[in-house]
């Protein structure tokens, strides 16, 4: 005995396999990995990211190229990993840019206390 297929099933199977495929597609755009990183990357630069790592900011910022690069070609998950990547990098840079700024303001402090016991030591000999 032979299956009977209905029109209405056939078309039902279709529609389903179609809804799935759609579903499998690339995913939403990643603009706000996008605006985040480019955002952690304006803020590494004020913390003078640039002066202090600049390697590092530049690996951040040809991430996001890269990922631009992702986003035209509609591959949106390995942009949002790429952008992700991006900022840590760039957050990273910021971090270490503030630490550096940090230990040289205080050698300075420690250099300033050291003339000045120099000074008070001379001052009374």
């Known amino acids: ?13 279709i529609a389903l396999a179609s809804l799935l495929v759609a579903c499998a597609g690339p995913g939403p755009k990643p603009d706000s990995e ?3 990183a ?4 304006k803020q590494a630069e004020a913390s003078d990211a640039r002066r202090f790592q600049p390697v590092l900011l530049n690996q951040a910022m040809n991430k996001v190229a890269d990922a631009r690069v ?3 070609q509609e591959q949106y998950k390995d942009a ?5 990547q991006a900022e840590v990098d ?5 971090a270490r840019a503030e ?3 940090a230990r040289r303001a205080v050698a ?11 000074q008070l030591n001379s001052s009374q000999q």
């Open 80 to 84: 949002r990993h790429m952008l992700q």
């Open 34 to 36: 996008l605006q985040s």
């Open 108 to 118: 300075e402090i420690n250099n300033n206390i050291e003339n000045l016991r120099q």
């Open 99 to 101: 630490t550096e700024k």
């Open 1 to 13: 005995m032979r299956p009977y297929l209905s029109p209405t099933r056939t078309l039902t199977c």
């Open 90 to 94: 760039a957050q990273l840079a910021g």
């Open 38 to 41: 480019e955002s952690s990357i």
């Open 70 to 72: 992702l986003i035209n």
